[in-house]
Antibody
Framework: QLQLQESGPGLVKPSETLSLTCTVS??????????WGWIRQPPGKGLEWIGS???????YYNPSLRSRVTISVDTSKNQFSLKLSSVTAADTAVYYC?????????????WGQGILVTVSS | EIVLTQSPATLSLSPGEGATLSCRAS??????LAWYQQKPGQPPRLLIY???NRATGIPARFSGSGSGTDFTLTISSLEPEDFAVYYC?????????FGGGTRVEIK
């Protein structure tokens, strides 16, 4: 069974860069066939798609975050990563990594448990 | 950006009753709409993809319908474990967007 697990600091200072990693296990990690994604959810609010990566280098970002987001892949470690720069309190959220149901799909069937990242000094 | 509007915001029902949740898109998404269920402290769970297809392991009491801009998630008879928040999501183009959610609570 495919499993995803987010990791990274739970506390980030304002203006710094949030860095998270998603480790994939229990299945084939093939960034060349799936659109691996990051989604976030501020406390008590709804879901926001951050971005997705496909084929190692093709990235797609939410326009509202595009200037601050970078998603990358490390296939040797079965990981993909999220960097969000110049964070503010508005970036406080649970961050999820996810994989779609099938290749070329964008409906997310596999999710990590999520990691709460708080932006505070 | 395609905006998805879900209604109602909250649905108060009793176990055994049926539930009808709506998702309206600001422009046509064809049939490329999914529904998720989320319980407190858990990630979303894919229920329905491409309007009407149940994901793996999803009970038959969940069904989806619609096309274009108007979609419905129906729960035929609510079980205690169905009380949760439900989100719709399109995959028609970038950016992917989610609706604001409908909370199904116990009356």
């Amino acid at each position: 069974q495919l499993q995803l697990q987010e990791s990274g600091p739970g506390l980030v200072k304002p203006s710094e860069t949030l860095s998270l990693t998603c480790t994939v296990s229990g299945g084939s990690f093939s960034s060349s066939t799936y659109f691996w994604g990051w989604i976030r959810q501020p406390p008590g609010k709804g879901l926001e798609w951050i971005g997705s990566i496909y084929d190692n280098v093709n990235t797609y970002y939410n326009p509202s975050l595009r200037s601050r987001v970078t998603i990358s892949v490390d296939t040797s470690k079965n990981q993909f990563s999220l960097k969000l720069s110049s964070v503010t309190a508005a970036d406080t959220a649970v961050y999820y990594c996810a994989r779609p149901r099938t290749v070329s799909d964008h409906h997310f069937e596999y999710w990590g448990q999520g990691i709460l990242v708080t932006v505070s000094s | 950006e395609i905006v998805l509007t879900q209604s109602p915001a909250t649905l108060s029902l009793s176990p055994g009753e049926g539930a009808t949740l709506s998702c309206r898109a600001s422009q046509s998404v064809g049939s490329s709409l999914a529904w998720y269920q989320q319980k407190p402290g858990q990630p979303p769970r894919l229920l329905i993809y491409d309007t009407s297809n149940r994901a793996t392991g999803i009970p038959a009491r969940f069904s989806g319908s619609g096309s274009g801009t108007d979609f419905t998630l129906t729960i035929s008879s609510l079980e205690p474990e169905d009380f949760a928040v439900y989100y719709c999501q399109h995959r028609t183009n970038w950016p992917l967007t989610f609706g604001g959610g409908t909370r199904v609570e116990i009356k």
